[in-house]
């Protein structure tokens, strides 16, 4: 699999720089929006919740505070749901590439994590330089960022993988998770601090892996300490089992999928 990944590294390079400049034809600002949006959430973020609405966070005396906790948690949600979302209906949407009998397939769960990276790195960029800017940058400790991100998308890919597949033969999952995933945000303690909830809800988010990844993301960015590595462990065993699943679907059903599309 990673051979034939290099193999069309060239492929997935020109396919992910197509859907870029795709995105932004025919505006005049062009790839200015690639910034501009991103910009403006931030700057909503850290006026509004730091400046107006002053919240605050249990303990924490930053006045960015729970600007920080909430955008780490929202940058990350939106990585893992952006890979995810998209990966459900990528055989559906690439139904044409599908049938060509030299195509890569595996190339097209490459294509859509690479994109959704590039878009995470320019907002994450953005708000790295905010970090610095403010002095709340979290120093050495900001490494840690990198396996968290790569247990992320792991997990994302996985889970893609399983519904993409399962999407093709049964339209009702792609349906059913796009409302799925609107509770599985609010499930996660992405805007509100997980200390806030019940014992017996805050004993269940053993069992939200994303949690523990948002948890992580949080941990870096607002204190400025290493994620809870036990705590990350059910999260990583998820991400390798749906890995794991998610392949052998998608070998065992690749020309069932063709004759579907």
Known sequence: MLRALWHSRGFIGGSVQR?????????MLGAAWTVLNPLAMIVVYTVIFSQVMQSKLPGEVSRFGYSIYLCAGILSWGLFAEIVTRAQNMFIDNANLLKKANFPRICLPAIVASNALV????????????????GQFPGAVFALLLPLLVLEVALAIGLGLVLGV???F???VGQFFQIFIQFWFWLTPVVYPAAILPPALRDLLVFNPMAAVTGGFQDVLLHGRAPDWAGLLPAALCALVLCALGLRLFRKR?????DEL
Do not use: C, K, P, W
């Not at 859907?19 to 505006?27: A, E, G, M």
């Not at 690749?254 to 063709?258: I, L």
């Open 19 to 27: 859907d870029f400049q795709s995105r932004y034809r025919n505006t």
């Open 119 to 134: 878009n995470f790195a320019i907002i994450f960029g953005l708000f790295t330089v905010f970090l610095l800017v403010s």
């Open 166 to 168: 399962l999407n093709v």
């Open 170 to 172: 049964f339209r009702d």
């Open 254 to 258: 690749a020309g069932e999928m063709v």
